[in-house]
């Protein structure tokens, strides 16, 4: 809605139009639909108007009749129509139904009466609130009297109307769409914008944007929706969708961060320049009404076929190919191929498959891209739609011909076992995901997107701290504080931005060691006091298991002093989401950081899984989130099944992933080897090329300053940052030696 001037809502629902205003800098405004000369019969009033006051009923709408000119009309319009809604925060007014007096009975004296009551209120309605912005639909016959008062005047179907009756879309006739278009000519002659609120069907973006295009060669600004203003519509823009609907069945663990869709589905997508919402079918009923302005494509990950809601995905196949929107199916179609909408064009072969089966066709490098594609008689055998563009066709010992990986003209599917082959280390792909992503959600004119790895064509480096650690002592001499030998020889030393966390539990004076406090939080003081550093926490106890530990704490089922650890073990604590984040936030705030520094950043414990209620916690205490996800892509496993998306939504609410992973993936646990960390510079090389798929990432934990083999690691093969002659960029050239 952002991309718009002015976005007309209905006020009844809980919008926040001064939040709105605020966080969009007053370049989009929320207006206020305000029905002027009719009441719908579902409409709660703050007052009840007055009996007397409705005449008659609009037997296309529903709706009742106002009496303008009944006395006490004016001031019910102003003090109990427009005001309430100056309360909540409106400033702008679309008076919609203006001409409804028309359908009244009445002599000409009655008319000129109402129009004169009219007249009236819109005048009452200025005086009390000078600042509005009022938007008029038509009312042209008001206007000499009310064009000051008006900012534009709006009118509907200029070339493309909505039978209500018949529930279709007709096309205006020429001789009312030359009088609108007089009426409009008048408009801008009293200094007034004119708009054109057309309707057409939502299936036929580019039908909408055709007429979008011809409203304005009349001069008039264009919104073309569909008839039951359901859909963001075009305008002299139009809003491309990013997102993409991914359905899935594939939920592990409680959580849909360990499903194959966010693992391994989502960072290509991600990388296309897409916003992800994962939806399992197990768990989420699939969306209803139109798609086209909604979603960008749609994509199914099934392991198996839908059982709870197979119906319902079918109808949403066919609903998304009624309004073009792509679809990309990978493993398996979800639902029996004789159930799939005809549209898809997918067939069977006459008999089951007789191996040995063998590759008759192969499109590499669009296949065998990490393992290569090896037909499997335990795979789904179809024959693609004709005129599909076969990336992989099977032969079976009949002479049968099926596709198991096809791009087609709705969008494309890959089967098991040619999207990703899974085995005892992890998985590898079989498809080209990128590029089959790509090509098969059709979006070869996709805008700029942003890309978190880059700005202005070098590789971010990035460096961020988990608090951990930060009274263990370092196997040095002298066995100085981690935290010490941190800030010394790291922080203070490199001088690029930091994002250095406490554990308010580890620190503070009421946690784990309050004998140690003193010396903890000096040592906290002199890092967050540095330019460099940007202050973050921890949390207070640091939680290892956030989904048990919120909803335990939910349902007052939390333990006290549980068997198993849920988090650092601190004296008669029982867990707080608040005393987690806002709690730890407000600790470091008052007790650690510099005078003009506060907590920016709140880098989840543990696990890293947080449930929607603790992202929400860090939304309300003001705090970025981050941390979770498992980049670990190395030499010994060159998979891009190894790199992570760059975040995950939970209803509605962001976690942002951390680029890369700590040294305690590549120490296995902190157990060992302790120079493990320098393999991280594998992680950082094979994300930079053939494609820049993260920034640099450095990131660690304070206890990794205790062990000297850990200290030293880095400095065994340091990346340097250059850029070569005509490749502009930050490239990174590996020595075998510290500099």
Known sequence: MRAFDIVVVEPAHDLDPAGYREQNAGQSELFAYLSVGEVGRERRLPVPMPADMLLGTNAHWQSR??????????????????????????????????DAYQALPGDPAKRAAREAALVGALHKLKARFPEARLIANRGFELLPRIHPLLMAVAAESLYGRWNVAGKTYDEVPA??????????????????????????DPARRDAQAAMAARIISDGVTPYVTDGDLLTVGTGRIEVRPRTLLVVHNGTQKGDEQ?????????????????????????????????????????????????????RQ????????????????????????????????????????ALGPLTLAQERRPLTSFETPALPDLRSVFVTAPAGADSLVRVRDRRGQVTDGVALTDWGGYALQPFTYNIHSDGMNWVINPIEFFRRALQRPDMPPVADVSTETGRRLLMVHIDGDGFASRAEIPGAPFAAEVMQKDFIARYKVPHTVSVIEGETGPQGLYPALSPVLERI????????????????????????????????????????????????????????????????????????????????????CVPPAAAIAATE?????????????????????????????????????????????????????????????????????????????NIYYHTYAASKTSSIKAPARRVPVCAEPAGQPGLRLRLHQESP
């Open 620 to 696: 309300r205490a003001g705090l970025l989130n981050m941390n979770g996800g498992d980049t670990t892509i190395s030499r010994q496993y060159p998979t891009l099944t190894r790199v992570a998306p760059m975040s995950l939504r939970k209803d509605g609410l962001l976690q942002v992933y951390a680029p890369n992973q700590n040294e305690n993936v590549y120490t296995n646990d902190w157990t060992g080897p302790f120079y493990g960390f320098e393999r991280v510079i594998e992680t950082f090389e094979m994300t930079e090329a053939p494609l820049r798929l993260k920034p640099i």
């Open 313 to 352: 995905w079918v109808d949403l196949l066919g609903r998304a190919l009624d309004e073009r929107v792509p679809v990309v199916l990978l493993n398996s179609f979800g639902a029996p191929i004789a159930d799939l909408p005809p549209a898809l064009g997918i067939g069977q072969p006459d008999k089951p």
């Open 524 to 607: 906290a003081r002199n890092i967050f006091k540095l330019d460099h550093v940007e202050i973050a926490t921890h949390s207070y106890s640091h939680p290892f298991f956030w989904n048990k530990l919120v909803a335990e704490a939910a349902s007052g089922t939390l333990e006290l002093f549980p068997e198993k650890p849920v988090s650092l073990p601190i004296k008669n604590y029982r867990f707080s989401l608040e005393r987690e984040v806002a709690g730890s936030a407000s600790y470091i705030d008052e007790r650690l950081a510099p005078p003009g520094k506060r907590t920016q950043v709140f880098l989840w414990t543990g696990d």
């Open 175 to 200: 001789a009312d769409r030359e009088w609108l278009l007089g009426q409009f000519r008048q408009a801008r002659k009293m200094g007034l914008q004119t708009l054109a609120i057309d309707y057409a």
């Open 65 to 98: 009749y106002v009496e303008p000119s009944h006395p006490d009309w004016p001031d019910y319009f102003v003090e109990h129509l427009v005001a309430p809604l100056w309360s909540q925060g409106y400033r702008g007014f679309f008076l919609d139904t203006l």
């Open 258 to 310: 360990f499903s194959t869709a966010q693992e391994v589905i989502a960072m290509p997508l991600h990388y296309l320049g897409y916003r992800v919402e994962l939806l399992d079918v197990n768990r989420h009923d699939l969306p209803t009404g139109p798609m086209a302005d909604r979603y960008a494509g749609i994509v199914g990950v099934f392991e198996k076929d839908i059982t709870n809601q197979g």
